[in-house]
């Protein structure tokens, strides 16, 4: 979708001024129009709404509903207001039927970030959306969101059998310091993706410092290129409820220092027994993460876990500097890849692994891969989360963006 390709009537607009008030979500409704820069969102979005370059703010949570159209435009910064409790948490919620357009660009992405000066894991919520595709539940209720809060009429259902449904684009954007955890297994992630669709675009996103999982898909077909994730504190790739999209283009750091818990590189599970389907079976290729350099990180455990009943398919990526290199009680695809571990190994046959101290890679060369500025440069390493000089954006999109990480 080309930004110069929306069009706004001026005599639809409607102007909200910036306000850090509290007020009731259901008293929040906005008609089409444009948010002037210093904006809070409104707590329900149930028409077209465009945010143009400047910084907006969440003010708790904002619900697109069916009908409704957040367009962020490049440039554009938005900051999650911190709450006192993680139920009342900042969050940017698509439901089923509604739709977003963040329209960054390798200069100028849409930023989702902190408001605090000092940002911390977890200040606020993240980005939910949720859609109509396929999930091996029946109308289940995407977690994370205290259902009781919820203002009239919103729907956290997701799912359903349009597996090329669209909830729009997410291109050349940045979630930074979001997650909440509700109760155990009841979080937010920094990008929650609920029964989404084959023709939502996802592409150039990257996570950091995120409270729970980056990236979490409980079922749909959605596809995904070129993520990011710095330093979160659960799962880089979390797949779950029947996934079976394609994520391909991919890098996950995790550094000493970062508070870290049962976190793994890919966590795969399917949610229920082998009858619930369809099976989780992602497509995962060209994936580079990596741990620690001379021992695991304290709170990591895996590069890849595949939970009993979950399928895989795992090819050309590198996994170095996990305790554990790959775990699995099913049968997967895990061929052509590149695996280090401090103490268990378990890789398949058909890919490269040692376990040792020392981090090296059993005769595979990696240009010093904990030093950013050269590991990951396309033109000195085998880093297989580069296009090979088939998409030279992402390279310079990447290289730019995680020079100062």
């Known amino acids: 979708m080309k930004t110069h390709l929306i069009v706004v009537s001026l005599l639809a607009m409607v102007i909200f001024a910036a306000c850090k008030k509290d007020v009731k979500l ?13 904006a809070t969102l409104p707590g329900i979005i149930d028409t077209e709404v465009v945010l143009y370059n400047g910084t907006y703010y969440l003010n708790g949570k904002t619900f697109i509903k069916p009908g409704g159209n957040l367009v962020i ?21 698509v439901t089923r039927g509604g739709l977003i357009h963040a329209l960054g660009t390798v200069d100028q992405p849409v930023i989702f970030t902190s408001d605090n000066t000092i940002p911390a894991p977890g200040d606020w919520g993240g980005i939910v959306i949720l859609g109509s595709a396929p999930v091996n539940q029946a109308e289940p209720l995407i977690e994370g969101i205290d259902m009781p809060t919820l203002p009239p009429a919103v ?16 291109r050349y954007v940045r979630i930074e310091w979001a997650g909440a955890i509700l109760t155990n297994d009841n979080e937010l992630n920094s990008l929650t993706l ?14 950091s410092y995120g ?16 993520l ?6 659960d799962d880089i790739l979390d797949f779950n409820l029947g ?20 976190a793994n590189g890919i966590e795969s599970d399917n949610g229920g027994g082998p009858f619930n389907i369809p099976i989780t079976r992602p497509a995962v290729s060209n994936v580079t993460m990596t741990g620690g350099e001379t021992s695991a990180l304290p709170g990591t455990q895996r590069a890849v876990y595949i939970k009993t009943n979950s399928g895989i398919n795992i090819t050309n990526s590198i996994f170095t500097g996990y305790g554990t290199g790959f775990q699995s009680t099913t049968p997967n695809v895990f061929t052509g890849n590149v695996v280090h571990a401090f103490s268990t190994l378990g890789i398949p046959a058909g890919n490269i692994g040692v376990v040792n101290s020392n981090n090296s890679n059993g005769g595979v060369e990696l240009v010093d891969p904990f030093s950013v500025g050269v590991s990951f440069d396309p033109s000195t390493t085998l880093a297989a989360h580069t296009d090979k000089g088939c998409n030279p954006a992402f390279d310079y999109w990447f290289l730019t963006w995680t020079a100062g990480l």
Do not use: C
């Open 228 to 233: 990011v994730s710095l330093n979160t504190k």
């Open 211 to 226: 409270l729970d999982d980056s990236f979490q898909f409980f079922g749909g077909t959605v596809n995904a290129t070129h």
């Open 155 to 170: 729907d956290m259902h997701y799912g359903g059998s349009y597996a090329t449904d669209s909830s729009g684009v997410l």
């Open 73 to 93: 435009h490049a440039g554009v910064i938005i900051k999650g207001i911190s709450k006192p409790t993680p139920a009342q948490a900042s969050a940017l919620v």
């Open 194 to 207: 609920g029964g989404v669709g084959s023709r939502t675009v996802l592409d150039y996103i990257q996570a």
């Open 243 to 262: 996934y079976t999209g394609t994520v391909q283009y991919v890098l996950g750091i995790r550094r000493p220092g970062f508070v870290y818990s049962s």
């Open 26 to 38: 259901e008293d929040q409704h906005v008609k089409a129009g444009v948010l002037l820069s210093g």
